[in-house]
């Protein structure tokens, strides 16, 4: 079945950047149906969308997060990651990623379980 | 950026209550309206694609409706596995912004 696996430390330092990576099983990160998506959620707040990567590196980023965020996909691993440069205390959150389906539902249908990341020094 | 409103932000009910959730998005987002459940500690799951499509496994008793700027999920009978915070996410324009949350509350 698929099942999404973030990966990556928990804390990182005001400044720094910040690097998950997302492995994959059960469904290939180059089927054309999916764009491989990052969520994140600060503690005991709502769900803010990231952005997504396509098989074929095409990406999409929220405006609020883009001029910090890249996401990219090694299909030859079947991951992506999520690299956010010049953390604040703000973006500390519990960081998903998920599988958004491109066709007919057009929705996150498959998650990862979460990872922490604090920021601070 | 498309703006997604849920009402109310919580709500308190009982076993056996019918619950309505509304979303309200700042522009017309036609059916592309999906809604997740969290439970604390977890990974949202989704229960509702493209306004009222159920996914597999989802107990008969969610149903979603709406499109254009409106929505809603209801719940015709709660049970005590329902008591979580739902969302609802718009997936016609990038960013796919979502909902502040719901959070369903035993009465």
């Known amino acids: 079945q698929v099942q999404l696996q973030e990966s990556g430390p928990g804390l990182v330092k005001p400044s720094e950047t910040l690097s998950l990576n997302c492995t994959v099983s059960g469904v290939s990160v180059s089927n054309n149906s999916y764009y491989w998506t990052w969520i994140r959620q600060p503690p005991g707040k709502g769900l803010e969308w990231i952005g997504y990567v396509y098989y074929s590196g095409t990406t999409n980023y929220n405006p609020s997060l883009k001029s910090r965020v890249t996401i990219s996909v090694d299909t030859s691993k079947n991951q992506f990651s999520l690299k956010l440069t010049s953390v604040t205390a703000a973006d500390t959150a519990v960081y998903y990623c998920?599988?958004?389906?491109?066709?007919?539902?057009?929705?996150?249908?498959?998650w990862g379980q979460g990872t922490l990341v604090t920021v601070s020094s | 950026d498309i703006h997604m409103t849920q009402s109310p932000s919580s709500l308190s009910a009982s076993v056996g209550d019918r619950v309505t959730i509304t979303c309200r998005a700042s522009q017309t987002i036609s059916i592309y309206l999906n809604w997740y459940q969290q439970k604390p500690g977890k990974a949202p799951k989704l229960l509702i694609s493209t306004a009222s499509s159920f996914q597999s496994g989802v107990p008969s008793r969610f149903s979603g409706s709406g499109s254009g700027t409106d929505f809603s999920l209801t719940i015709s009978s709660l049970q005590p596995e329902d008591y979580a915070t739902y969302y609802c996410q718009q997936s016609y324009i990038a960013p796919y912004t979502f909902g502040q949350g719901t959070k369903l509350e035993i009465k």
């Open positions: 998920a599988r958004f389906t491109g066709i007919i539902t057009l929705s996150l249908d498959y």
